[in-house]
């Protein structure tokens, strides 16, 4: 927190001593401590007004496509069909349960994040140390912060012994944080450089401090994040944007046809004279326009949408991706830009030897197993073990500690070396624990009872005592270290260090490090027995052994994962809080970019949303970022037109999530506060289940195509047949039941059935459709009416053809009325793929296509067949002629699609 302009990291701790008003040995007294709590405030986050269930619920009745069906629905029921309105409505009541469902779930956002304050802590007050609630520290209270400790507050250090602290959830650094009590010259310093500072929500994994708290609740970091998150407005998905325009453009040719029928009607049945001889009454025209209108608008389509949403949803949990909003499934088909974190995400979050340089010999950490022991390599293994206060856990293996330190246990354990067999041989004695200035650590071992031969030859070799001495081993950064060598083990021998072997040593770290490789060396020293008080010897003319370089690696499945998404049109992008040089090398190794450009969080501070937005579409590499980066970011994308997915597991990543397209967290690592925030959760944290449900969503958004094609194929057919029909001489061809039952079973099991299609041959080999594209882009519009205009001139031809023969009415109409069925059936088993033949296609593939085809041609026949449903839909039996005639139509249909089809891959395939 900023007082009078003034940071707390900027100065000197006597200086903020002097600011907050407080006495390092005192603490503040408890009536100054109840005057702050009173002026600032509880040290909690607090809760913006968030939406209330009522006003969710009122949000999930806006939609135009809602309101027209709820208007279909009242229509219905004022005009006695109480069938057709009951199923309406119950669609409706649905829809807006689901989505009223996730919404109100989608809130807990800032409940996860209290879940990181801490409920007690220990301070300074009154010249005592008492235990308090943490929402009652206040800035200027003194904080008592050891291992495990999770930071209640922002907290400038003033005291500290090897204190280290893990803020990878917070600044997406993944290594733990060294502190130290020094000011800060530097104004402009990112979050994971200010290393006086610690802040609420991260942990303390190693040594202890003491430090003043500089704020509390929404004016500390976290705080700040949390006001990100409130402030984010949830961003409908590209489908949910397509079918409010469908919905917006069905209700202008809704009204319109109201207007057309009720005029062809009322003037083709004798206009103002039928009425007034009761031949025809106006409820039966007004029913027959609204029957046309709801015809235009699929009323099955909302439910649809959301079983066929649900259908991915179910696929994608089964590939360990958990759906937290549905139409989201439908946006991952969609995505152009993945900007992913990389601590714990792309890499997997665990520090690991992988290169080891000694002074005759380089070894990759992979050939370890198949690598002879040599006097060198020992004592490096040694070194590395013993100067460590990292363990591996009996339970599982894994290291518990410092993650440096734990990645070399692993490495020596790897290696075949015990730590506590060494311990017992060479128990420590004395330690000089690591500090920034010196960047070294070293620990005192007194040479026991050597019973491994081989570390006892080694010792023999390198001139180190067999019995009653001691032994100095140090690790550190290289300069660290080799500022205070003059020997060298080589061979097993020391050696002096020459100034070659020096710029040598210097130059092997120079190029390891600018590959983003974390650089350790290591020296030891023999200390005879009369020399083992003197500390300040400890630390002089050591002998170098040789250096570690160690990375967080990545993840062995992000390699492929990248490819494909490349391949798919998709472009990752890498947004981290760790540093530049590691952050290229990560994306190199991943081919995330070949530029070599990385942009940081300084710069992009420097940046207005115009500069980032004209750089955006070419920088694939972001490091050193802070929240309020990583939101420009997702911004600067979004005003490109670009669908962007964010992924992250870390509290610094929660207000980017709900700010992008789509929010993708981790599922192991990530926080409650990433998975609230998130619309989808990788369960197994796997980078590669992204590239799985995108070929998922991808699926879901063709299948959601498909029917939009069938159903609304289908409706344009019935509206050639009604408003073409009376213009040409034919009376109303069908009646109002006959369309609502046509929509009621043909929008119904089959079009649930596409939602179980496959995924098309090259889901993945095309990109993603554009942004700005429209639902009926990609000449899905043009296909619906084409094969619209041709289904409704099929079914008039055949009711014409009875009609000019004097066939009573029920029979023409029946014929209409079964081929307009049968030609439905004909055209859902067409849609089912795009570009492959229906012959070409295994039916059982899709069961439930093939339920729903056999039910609904079932029902058909019902209604033409049994007399109790005769007399409800005006319907008469067919000769087996007739119905053949039927079938022949449907058969027609079939084959123009395949023509339509066979034309469409002649003009992708040869034509140029």
């Not at 325009?245 to 069905?250: N, R």
């Not at 209700?251 to 039928?274: K, Q």
């Not at 491994?452 to 950064?477: R, W, Y």
């Amino acid at each position: 927190m900023v007082i009078n302009g003034k940071n707390p990291f900027n100065m000197t701790k006597e200086e903020v001593f002097g600011l907050y008003r407080t006495d390092p040995e005192t603490g503040l007294s408890g009536s100054e401590a109840r005057n702050r709590l009173g002026e600032y405030g509880k040290n909690k986050l607090q809760e913006k007004g968030g939406r209330t269930a009522f006003s969710i619920l009122i949000g999930q009745l806006k939609g135009v496509m809602v309101f027209i069906l709820l208007v279909a629905c009242m229509v219905s029921y004022v005009l006695g069909e109480f069938v057709d309105g009951s199923v309406i409505l119950f669609i409706l009541i649905l829809n807006t349960f689901l989505g009223f469902w996730q919404e109100l779930n989608a809130e807990k956002a800032m409940q996860a994040l209290k879940k990181l304050t801490v409920p007690y802590v220990r301070v300074r007050r009154d010249d005592d140390e008492e235990q308090i609630p943490a929402e009652n520290l206040v800035p200027g209270d003194i904080v008592l912060l050891e291992t495990g400790n999770i930071v209640p507050a922002d907290i400038r250090i003033v005291e500290e012994s090897n204190l280290k602290v893990r803020e990878s959830t917070l600044t997406g650094e993944s290594e733990p944080i060294g502190k130290s009590t020094d000011k800060i010259g530097q104004t402009d310093v990112e979050l994971s450089d200010r290393v006086n500072m610690v802040y609420m929500g991260t942990v303390i994994v190693y040594g202890r401090g003491i430090g003043v708290v500089t704020g509390t609740g929404m004016n500390t970091e976290l705080g700040k994040i949390a006001g990100l998150l409130q402030s984010v407005e949830d961003e409908k998905t590209p489908l949910q944007k397509k079918l409010a325009g469908l919905g917006k453009s069905l209700a202008l040719v809704a009204l319109g046809l109201i207007l057309i029928v009720a005029f062809i009607t009322f003037f083709h049945i004798g206009g103002v004279e039928a009425l007034q001889h009761g031949t025809i009454g106006l409820k039966e025209i007004f029913l027959t326009s609204i029957s046309m209108a709801v015809a235009a608008i699929p009323e099955g389509l909302p439910a649809i949408v959301t079983i066929a949403l649900a259908i991915g949803a179910k696929k994608m949990l089964k590939k360990r991706a958990l759906i937290r909003h549905l139409p989201s499934v439908e946006t991952l088909g969609s995505v152009t830009v993945i900007c992913s974190d990389k601590t714990g995400t792309l890499t997997q979050n665990r520090m690991t030897v992988t290169r080891i340089e000694m002074p005759e010999q380089s070894l990759d950490m992979k050939d370890i197993k198949n690598t002879v022991m040599n006097a060198d390599l020992t004592l490096l293994f040694i070194t590395g073990v013993l100067c460590n206060d990292a363990v591996l856990s009996e339970d599982d293996g894994t290291a518990v500690g410092d993650p440096t330190e734990g990645a070399l246990v692993v490495a020596a354990a790897a290696a075949g070396f015990s730590k506590d067999k060494l311990e017992d041989q060479l128990p420590r004695v004395e330690e000089l624990p690591f500090d920034a200035e010196r960047k070294r650590m070293t620990t005192v071992h007194r040479i026991g009872d050597l019973r491994d031969e081989t570390v006892k030859d080694v010792f023999h070799s390198a001139q180190i005592a067999d019995t009653g001495g001691f032994l100095g081993l140090t690790k550190g950064s290289v300069d660290g270290i080799i500022n205070v060598c003059n020997g060298i083990a080589i061979n097993g021998k020391i050696e002096q260090l020459t100034e070659e072997m020096r710029s040598r040593i210097l130059k092997q770290n120079h190029d390891m490090a600018s590959n983003g490789i974390r650089v350790l060396a290591f020296a030891f020293k023999p200390i005879k027995p009369e020399d083992g008080n003197l500390k300040g010897e400890y630390e002089k003319d050591l002998v170098y052994v040789g250096m570690t370089g160690m990375v967080d690696p990545v993840r062995p499945e992000v390699k492929d994962a990248v490819l494909t998404c490349k391949m798919a049109g998709i472009r990752p992008v890498m947004i981290t809080g760790d540093h530049p040089v590691t952050a290229l090398a990560i994306a190199r190794e991943l081919r995330i970019d070949a530029q070599g450009t990385v942009l940081t969080g300084r710069e992009l501070s420097a940046m207005t949303l115009d500069e980032l937005e004209a750089r955006v579409l070419e920088v694939s590499v972001y490091a050193r970022v802070s929240p309020e980066h990583k939101m420009k970011i997702v911004d600067a994308l979004q005003d490109r037109g670009q669908i962007v997915s964010m992924t992250g597991d870390g509290v610094n990543d929660a207000p980017a999530l709900k700010s992008a397209d789509i929010g993708v967290a981790m599922g192991i690592t990530g926080t409650d506060v990433s998975k609230e925030s998130s619309d989808m959760i990788l369960i197994d944290d796997n980078f590669a289940t992204i590239v799985r449900a995108v070929r998922e969503g991808r699926t879901i958004f063709d299948n959601i195509r498909k029917f939009i094609r069938y159903i609304l194929t289908g409706n344009t057919g019935e509206i050639i047949v009604m408003l073409f029909g009376p213009l040409f001489g034919l009376p109303i061809p069908l009646l109002p039941i006959q369309i609502l039952w046509i929509n009621l079973v043909t929008d119904g099991l089959p079009a649930v059935a596409l939602g179980y299609e496959a995924p098309e041959r090259n889901v993945m080999q095309r990109p993603p459709y554009k942004p700005g594209q429209g639902i009926f882009a990609g000449g899905l519009g043009r296909g619906i009416i084409v094969s619209g205009v041709l289904l409704g001139i099929l079914c008039l031809i055949v009711g014409f053809a009875f009609f000019n023969q004097g066939h009573p009415v029920e029979v023409w109409r029946t014929m209409i009325f079964t081929s307009l069925t049968f030609c439905q059936m004909a055209y859902a088993l067409c849609v089912r793929s795009s570009s492959r033949s229906v012959f070409s296609i295994n039916p059982f593939t899709n069961i439930p296509m093939v339920i729903g085809v056999i039910l609904t041609l079932g029902l058909q026949l019902m209604l033409i067949y049994v007399p109790f449903f005769q007399g409800i839909f005006k319907t008469t039996a067919l000769s087996l002629s007739q119905l053949g005639v039927c079938l022949l139509a449907a058969l027609s249909v079939m084959l123009f699609s395949e023509l339509e089809k066979l034309i469409t891959w002649i003009k992708k395939k040869i034509l140029p």
